[in-house]
């Protein structure tokens, strides 16, 4: 079974504000408990966390040991203050506060760097996203500073605009990477970039009543086909869900995503299970402190 490369265990995939509410007095073992059984139950023994701003990350380290999984962290994610990060991490208004957040994460011993410059989907329309992209310059230098101190970056990022500057600055990983095209993906070939796109978040919404079907579609198969063409063009490709996000649970969520790559590339199983393994390996190998 392949790990889960991208989860959030502070959220349960129901009700984002029940969980919140949870966990805002400090972390809640018995929540935490009940999502490392579920990754157990699906026999998934690894499992990289996209962050939080509870103290859960730190807590379930401490005990993801005891249900046979290897867990890694950022601890929290990193945004710009005014732009969207919060629910997963601490904002900074300036390059040297952010540098001062990374040298704060070592000392928590984190695992990697996740920083967010992009908004998020909204469903209310096709291509639309909750803000645009950060400054090509702040994503370069939040990069940079990372990797001066030793770390890979894991970059959330949706749209052209927030994608192609990340690869090209170096990101060791796209999560999401929605609305991108051709160039994004060329460029995340030529440089090495693993691509976790988290399909199965929007996959999942289909007719669930809560956003329009026809909207969650289209949607869906521009994410479906954005998959067919990095695939084809020798893209490193990893099964992440973003467990814990509505509709998407700890555990299954990862199964879920492989199944729909195995219905969207029409190619052997054996060849995408093995791409999807190469680009895990990838991510395994990178995304830790030696």
């Known amino acids: 079974m392949f790990g889960e490369c991208h989860a959030h265990l502070f959220m349960d995939g129901i009700d984002y504000r029940a969980a919140v509410e949870a966990h805002k007095n400090g972390p809640d073992e018995i929540c935490i408990r009940r999502h490392l059984q579920a990754y ?5 023994t690894y499992v990289r ?3 939080d701003h509870y ?3 730190q807590k379930v380290r401490e005990m993801a040991g005891e249900y046979g999984i290897e867990y890694r962290t950022p601890v929290f994610a ?3 203050k005014g732009h969207y990060g919060k629910i997963v991490g601490c904002g900074v208004e300036t390059l040297k506060e952010f540098w001062e957040k990374v040298i704060e994460i070592r000392k928590q011993k984190g695992d990697f760097i996740k920083i967010m410059v992009s908004g998020i989907m909204e469903y209310d329309g096709y291509g639309h996203l909750s803000e645009d992209a950060l400054e090509k310059e702040w994503i370069r230098e939040m990069i ?3 990797h001066e101190e030793g770390f890979a970056v894991m970059v959330h990022a949706n749209g052209r605009e927030a994608v192609l500057p990340a690869v090209l600055a170096g990101a060791d990983s796209i999560e999401h990477g929605n609305y991108i095209d051709t ?3 060329d ?5 090495g970039c693993v691509w976790v796109p988290t399909i199965v978040t929007t996959g999942n919404l289909i007719g669930c009543g809560r956003y329009d079907d026809e909207v969650l579609k289209q949607i869906f198969d521009m994410e479906c086909r954005n998959l067919a063409y990095a695939f084809e063009n020798g893209v490193n490709l990893a099964a992440g869900s973003d467990a814990g996000a509505y509709m998407v649970p700890h555990g299954k969520g990862v199964g879920q995503e492989v199944e729909i790559f195995l219905k969207v590339l029409n190619q052997e199983t054996e060849m995408i299970m093995e791409r999807l393994a190469e680009g895990e390996k990838k991510i395994r190998r990178t ?3 030696e």
């Open 40 to 44: 157990k139950d699906c026999g998934i």
């Open 49 to 51: 966390e996209g962050g």
């Open 55 to 57: 103290g859960v990350s």
């Open 78 to 80: 990193i945004h710009k």
């Open 144 to 146: 940079h500073i990372a």
């Open 183 to 185: 160039d994004c993906m």
């Open 187 to 191: 460029a995340m070939a030529e440089c």
């Open 287 to 289: 995304f830790r402190i």
